[in-house]
């Protein structure tokens, strides 16, 4: 059984600066990592608790892309999937990187639903 995956705005808004940023860059690897999340979240449809619970229920969904990846946080809500960020997860060579080793420029694939 599958269940409905929703994103809250904030989850959007990363999509929409990721997605932008890449495709600045290099359109090929923009639709392929677009891909490779809307990939993730169809997997999270079907196995809601695939994720590594991070307590407080915030879920983590690592997304391999490149030399890094993605993570989707996500929480789950009666039989919903409520995405609520999608971080670009930075490549430790990159000086650049949060102190948790995640940078704040993410996002998730098309037709997204916005959870209130």
Known sequence: ????????????????????????RNTTAAKRAMDAIADAVGQL???????????????RRVVRFGTAGYELRYRLDGGDVIVVRVLKIADPADGAR?????SRCGTVGDGLAIAP
Do not use: C, Q
């Open 98 to 102: 949060s102190r948790h080793g995640i």
């Open 1 to 24: 059984m599958t269940v409905r995956v929703r994103f809250t705005r904030d989850a959007v808004g990363d999509r929409e600066r990721l997605e932008k940023f890449l495709a600045e």
């Open 45 to 59: 449809s079907a196995y809601p608790r695939s994720g590594v619970d991070l307590g407080n229920g915030i879920y």
